[in-house]
Protein backbone atom coordinates (compact mmCIF):
# COMPACT_ATOMS: atom_id res chain seq x y z
CA UNK A 1 0.00 0.00 0.00
CA UNK A 2 1.52 3.53 -1.06
CA UNK A 3 -0.03 5.55 2.08
CA UNK A 4 1.04 3.38 4.84
CA UNK A 5 -0.46 6.16 7.33
CA UNK A 6 -2.97 6.19 10.49
CA UNK A 7 -4.62 9.36 10.14
CA UNK A 8 -7.03 10.62 12.75
CA UNK A 9 -8.44 13.14 11.00
CA UNK A 10 -10.65 15.91 12.95
CA UNK A 11 -12.50 13.39 15.58
CA UNK A 12 -14.85 14.22 17.71
CA UNK A 13 -17.00 12.11 20.91
CA UNK A 14 -19.07 13.05 23.33
CA UNK A 15 -20.42 11.03 26.55
CA UNK A 16 -23.64 13.15 27.18
CA UNK A 17 -22.23 16.95 28.12
CA UNK A 18 -18.55 15.59 28.32
CA UNK A 19 -16.52 16.63 25.13
CA UNK A 20 -13.87 13.44 25.22
CA UNK A 21 -12.32 14.45 21.83
CA UNK A 22 -12.66 17.99 20.20
CA UNK A 23 -11.55 17.66 16.44
CA UNK A 24 -8.28 15.85 17.23
CA UNK A 25 -6.07 15.42 14.45
CA UNK A 26 -2.69 13.73 14.17
CA UNK A 27 -0.84 11.10 12.44
CA UNK A 28 1.22 8.00 12.82
CA UNK A 29 3.33 7.24 9.76
CA UNK A 30 4.68 3.69 8.56
CA UNK A 31 8.04 2.85 10.79
CA UNK A 32 7.65 5.43 13.09
CA UNK A 33 6.99 5.46 16.78
CA UNK A 34 4.14 7.62 18.04
CA UNK A 35 3.92 8.35 21.67
CA UNK A 36 0.88 9.67 22.83
CA UNK A 37 0.56 11.56 26.01
CA UNK A 38 -1.64 13.32 28.53
CA UNK A 39 -3.20 13.76 31.55
CA UNK A 40 -5.80 10.85 32.71
CA UNK A 41 -9.14 11.58 31.09
CA UNK A 42 -7.29 13.59 28.31
CA UNK A 43 -8.83 11.46 25.78
CA UNK A 44 -5.93 8.68 24.81
CA UNK A 45 -8.14 5.58 25.45
CA UNK A 46 -11.04 7.04 23.90
CA UNK A 47 -9.11 7.54 20.67
CA UNK A 48 -7.70 4.06 20.04
CA UNK A 49 -11.00 2.33 21.01
CA UNK A 50 -12.27 4.53 18.09
CA UNK A 51 -9.60 3.67 16.10
CA UNK A 52 -9.95 0.03 16.35
CA UNK A 53 -13.50 0.63 16.15
CA UNK A 54 -15.34 -0.13 19.21
CA UNK A 55 -16.52 3.58 19.75
CA UNK A 56 -18.16 5.26 16.61
CA UNK A 57 -16.87 8.74 16.23
CA UNK A 58 -19.58 11.35 16.50
CA UNK A 59 -17.96 12.98 13.63
CA UNK A 60 -14.48 12.75 12.00
CA UNK A 61 -12.60 9.82 10.52
CA UNK A 62 -10.05 7.50 10.81
CA UNK A 63 -8.36 6.02 7.88
CA UNK A 64 -5.00 3.97 6.86
CA UNK A 65 -3.23 4.08 3.11
CA UNK A 66 -5.73 7.21 2.53
CA UNK A 67 -8.98 5.89 3.11
CA UNK A 68 -11.52 5.00 5.45
CA UNK A 69 -10.86 1.76 8.30
CA UNK A 70 -13.02 -1.06 7.62
CA UNK A 71 -13.51 -4.26 9.38
CA UNK A 72 -11.07 -6.12 6.99
CA UNK A 73 -7.75 -2.80 7.81
CA UNK A 74 -9.11 -3.43 11.63
CA UNK A 75 -7.90 -7.03 11.38
CA UNK A 76 -4.60 -5.68 10.41
CA UNK A 77 -4.01 -4.08 13.68
CA UNK A 78 -2.21 -5.29 16.76
CA UNK A 79 -3.87 -3.78 19.88
CA UNK A 80 -2.90 -3.71 23.36
CA UNK A 81 -5.77 -2.80 25.72
CA UNK A 82 -5.00 -0.72 29.19
CA UNK A 83 -7.46 -3.11 30.50
CA UNK A 84 -5.56 -6.66 29.73
CA UNK A 85 -8.01 -8.60 27.64
CA UNK A 86 -6.95 -12.38 28.01
CA UNK A 87 -8.81 -15.57 29.27
CA UNK A 88 -6.85 -16.27 32.76
CA UNK A 89 -7.42 -20.10 32.96
CA UNK A 90 -6.44 -20.52 29.58
CA UNK A 91 -3.30 -21.84 27.96
CA UNK A 92 -1.07 -19.32 26.73
CA UNK A 93 -0.40 -21.45 23.45
CA UNK A 94 -3.96 -22.33 23.27
CA UNK A 95 -5.60 -18.72 23.09
CA UNK A 96 -2.75 -17.35 21.11
CA UNK A 97 -3.59 -19.28 18.65
CA UNK A 98 -7.26 -18.86 18.46
CA UNK A 99 -6.94 -15.04 18.93
CA UNK A 100 -4.38 -15.36 15.72
CA UNK A 101 -7.03 -17.61 14.07
CA UNK A 102 -9.63 -14.28 14.22
CA UNK A 103 -7.13 -12.48 12.32
CA UNK A 104 -7.16 -15.03 9.62
CA UNK A 105 -4.18 -17.23 10.48
CA UNK A 106 -4.34 -20.80 9.68
CA UNK A 107 -3.96 -22.76 13.04
CA UNK A 108 -0.18 -24.59 12.16
CA UNK A 109 0.93 -20.55 10.75
CA UNK A 110 -0.79 -19.26 14.55
CA UNK A 111 0.92 -22.10 16.51
CA UNK A 112 4.28 -21.65 15.06
CA UNK A 113 3.90 -17.75 15.38
CA UNK A 114 3.22 -18.12 18.92
CA UNK A 115 6.08 -20.13 19.68
CA UNK A 116 8.35 -17.73 18.04
CA UNK A 117 7.09 -14.97 19.64
CA UNK A 118 7.10 -16.05 23.14
CA UNK A 119 10.80 -17.07 22.51
CA UNK A 120 11.71 -13.68 21.86
CA UNK A 121 9.26 -12.38 25.16
CA UNK A 122 11.22 -14.56 27.05
CA UNK A 123 8.25 -17.21 27.41
CA UNK A 124 9.74 -20.02 25.15
CA UNK A 125 8.77 -22.54 28.14
CA UNK A 126 6.01 -20.63 29.36
CA UNK A 127 3.54 -21.73 26.42
CA UNK A 128 1.31 -24.60 28.19
CA UNK A 129 0.64 -22.77 31.84
CA UNK A 130 -2.45 -21.16 32.63
CA UNK A 131 -2.34 -17.45 32.39
CA UNK A 132 -3.50 -16.92 35.67
CA UNK A 133 -0.01 -18.81 36.61
CA UNK A 134 2.22 -15.73 35.15
CA UNK A 135 3.40 -12.67 36.87
CA UNK A 136 2.35 -10.09 35.44
CA UNK A 137 4.94 -8.89 33.67
CA UNK A 138 4.45 -11.94 31.71
CA UNK A 139 0.78 -11.36 31.17
CA UNK A 140 2.30 -8.30 29.29
CA UNK A 141 4.47 -10.04 27.09
CA UNK A 142 1.66 -12.91 26.34
CA UNK A 143 -0.44 -9.90 25.43
CA UNK A 144 2.05 -8.28 23.44
CA UNK A 145 2.57 -11.56 21.64
CA UNK A 146 -1.43 -11.92 20.97
CA UNK A 147 -1.11 -8.00 19.56
CA UNK A 148 1.96 -9.00 17.35
CA UNK A 149 1.22 -13.00 15.99
CA UNK A 150 -0.92 -12.20 12.32
CA UNK A 151 2.50 -9.34 11.56
CA UNK A 152 0.26 -6.44 11.85
CA UNK A 153 0.51 -3.19 9.72
CA UNK A 154 -0.43 -1.04 12.84
CA UNK A 155 0.32 -1.77 16.53
CA UNK A 156 -1.78 0.74 18.73
CA UNK A 157 -0.53 -0.10 22.14
CA UNK A 158 -2.54 1.89 25.62
CA UNK A 159 -0.17 1.77 28.73
CA UNK A 160 2.10 -1.14 27.66
CA UNK A 161 4.34 -0.14 29.73
CA UNK A 162 2.80 -0.16 32.78
CA UNK A 163 3.78 -2.09 35.70
CA UNK A 164 6.54 -3.79 34.04
CA UNK A 165 10.19 -3.80 35.83
CA UNK A 166 13.40 -2.79 34.00
CA UNK A 167 14.10 -5.80 32.21
CA UNK A 168 10.21 -6.37 30.96
CA UNK A 169 10.75 -2.89 29.68
CA UNK A 170 13.48 -3.26 27.85
CA UNK A 171 12.15 -6.47 25.78
CA UNK A 172 9.18 -4.57 25.22
CA UNK A 173 11.22 -1.20 23.94
CA UNK A 174 13.26 -3.56 21.84
CA UNK A 175 10.68 -5.25 20.60
CA UNK A 176 8.22 -2.04 19.64
CA UNK A 177 11.71 -0.49 17.87
CA UNK A 178 12.26 -3.39 15.87
CA UNK A 179 8.50 -3.35 14.38
CA UNK A 180 9.10 0.08 13.66
CA UNK A 181 12.20 -0.48 11.90
CA UNK A 182 10.55 -3.10 9.77
CA UNK A 183 7.91 0.02 8.85
CA UNK A 184 5.47 -0.92 11.15
CA UNK A 185 3.23 2.48 12.44
CA UNK A 186 3.35 2.10 16.32
CA UNK A 187 0.89 4.64 18.37
CA UNK A 188 1.34 3.88 22.49
CA UNK A 189 0.07 5.96 25.06
CA UNK A 190 2.07 6.11 28.29
CA UNK A 191 2.49 7.84 31.38
CA UNK A 192 6.64 7.36 31.60
CA UNK A 193 7.43 10.55 29.92
CA UNK A 194 11.60 9.62 30.15
CA UNK A 195 10.65 6.66 28.25
CA UNK A 196 8.60 8.24 25.80
CA UNK A 197 11.06 10.90 24.67
CA UNK A 198 13.85 7.76 24.80
CA UNK A 199 11.69 5.64 22.60
CA UNK A 200 9.78 7.99 19.95
CA UNK A 201 10.19 9.27 16.84
CA UNK A 202 7.31 11.36 17.54
CA UNK A 203 5.10 12.50 20.62
CA UNK A 204 1.46 13.97 20.86
CA UNK A 205 0.36 15.30 23.96
CA UNK A 206 -3.56 15.47 24.61
CA UNK A 207 -5.31 17.49 27.04
CA UNK A 208 -9.24 17.45 26.98
CA UNK A 209 -9.13 15.64 23.94
CA UNK A 210 -7.40 18.40 21.69
CA UNK A 211 -3.81 17.67 20.54
CA UNK A 212 -2.06 20.55 22.27
CA UNK A 213 1.36 19.54 20.09
CA UNK A 214 2.71 17.03 18.10
CA UNK A 215 6.30 16.51 16.68
CA UNK A 216 9.92 15.47 17.44
CA UNK A 217 11.33 16.03 20.83
CA UNK A 218 13.10 18.40 19.11
CA UNK A 219 10.70 20.19 17.68
CA UNK A 220 8.56 20.37 20.82
CA UNK A 221 11.60 21.82 22.67
CA UNK A 222 12.04 24.42 19.43
CA UNK A 223 8.31 25.83 20.08
CA UNK A 224 9.01 26.29 23.73
CA UNK A 225 10.57 29.72 25.64
CA UNK A 226 14.48 29.72 25.14
CA UNK A 227 15.95 28.94 28.84
CA UNK A 228 19.73 29.86 30.16
CA UNK A 229 21.17 28.53 33.28
CA UNK A 230 23.55 31.25 34.64
CA UNK A 231 26.03 30.73 37.74
CA UNK A 232 26.88 33.94 38.69
CA UNK A 233 27.98 34.00 42.06
CA UNK A 234 28.49 37.80 43.42
CA UNK A 235 24.67 38.64 41.40
CA UNK A 236 22.29 39.59 44.20
CA UNK A 237 19.05 39.02 44.06
CA UNK A 238 16.65 40.08 41.24
CA UNK A 239 19.63 40.83 38.89
CA UNK A 240 17.45 39.22 35.90
CA UNK A 241 14.95 41.95 36.28
CA UNK A 242 17.58 44.35 33.99
CA UNK A 243 16.84 41.92 31.02
CA UNK A 244 14.06 42.93 29.20
CA UNK A 245 11.32 40.74 29.25
CA UNK A 246 13.51 38.14 31.16
CA UNK A 247 11.31 35.74 33.56
CA UNK A 248 13.30 33.98 36.59
CA UNK A 249 12.41 30.28 36.36
CA UNK A 250 14.35 28.88 39.51
CA UNK A 251 17.36 29.63 41.31
CA UNK A 252 20.03 27.30 42.81
CA UNK A 253 22.23 29.05 45.06
CA UNK A 254 24.11 31.04 42.84
CA UNK A 255 22.86 29.80 39.61
CA UNK A 256 19.37 31.03 38.26
CA UNK A 257 17.27 29.46 35.05
CA UNK A 258 16.03 32.70 33.25
CA UNK A 259 14.19 32.18 30.30
CA UNK A 260 13.70 34.41 27.82
CA UNK A 261 11.02 35.83 25.22
CA UNK A 262 13.03 34.78 22.34
CA UNK A 263 16.97 33.73 22.12
CA UNK A 264 17.97 36.90 20.45
CA UNK A 265 18.05 38.08 24.17
CA UNK A 266 20.68 36.11 25.29
CA UNK A 267 23.45 38.60 24.63
CA UNK A 268 21.90 41.27 27.03
CA UNK A 269 21.31 38.68 29.58
CA UNK A 270 25.30 37.57 29.42
CA UNK A 271 26.15 40.89 29.80
CA UNK A 272 23.51 41.87 32.55
CA UNK A 273 25.23 38.63 34.25
CA UNK A 274 28.59 39.69 33.40
CA UNK A 275 27.99 43.02 35.26
CA UNK A 276 27.78 41.85 38.95
CA UNK A 277 30.88 39.89 38.38
CA UNK A 278 32.80 36.51 36.99
CA UNK A 279 30.40 33.96 35.68
CA UNK A 280 31.32 30.66 36.13
CA UNK A 281 28.14 29.05 33.63
CA UNK A 282 26.11 30.19 31.64
CA UNK A 283 24.38 27.86 28.90
CA UNK A 284 21.37 27.44 27.09
CA UNK A 285 18.77 24.76 29.16
CA UNK A 286 17.78 21.82 27.45
CA UNK A 287 14.13 20.77 28.22
CA UNK A 288 13.29 16.92 29.06
CA UNK A 289 10.06 15.64 27.52
CA UNK A 290 8.29 15.99 31.39
CA UNK A 291 9.24 19.81 31.72
CA UNK A 292 7.63 20.59 27.99
CA UNK A 293 4.65 18.33 28.71
CA UNK A 294 4.14 20.30 32.31
CA UNK A 295 4.60 23.46 30.44
CA UNK A 296 2.16 22.62 27.55
CA UNK A 297 -0.90 21.01 30.14
CA UNK A 298 -0.46 23.98 32.28
CA UNK A 299 -0.87 27.02 29.31
CA UNK A 300 -4.03 28.72 29.07
CA UNK A 301 -6.04 27.61 27.00
CA UNK A 302 -6.63 30.07 23.73
CA UNK A 303 -9.93 31.88 23.99
Not at 15 to 41: D, H, I, K, T, W
Not at 47 to 73: H, K, N, Q, S, Y
Not at 246 to 251: D, E, K, L
Amino acid sequence: MANRVLEIDRVSKRYGSVAALQELSFEVRAGELFGFVGPNGAGKTTTMRIVLGVLAADAGEVRWGGAPITFATRRRIGYMPEERGLYPSMGVTEQLVYLAELHGMRAPDARAAAARWLERLGLGDRGGEQLQKLSQGNQQRVQLAAALLFSPDVLVLDEPFSGLDPVAVDVMSAVLREQADAGISVLFSSHQLELVEQLCDRVGIIRAGRMLAAGSVEELRSGSAPRYWVDAPGAAAGWAGEVAGATVVRVEGSRTLVELPTAAGDQALLQAALATGPVREFRRDTPTLSELFRSVITEEPAA
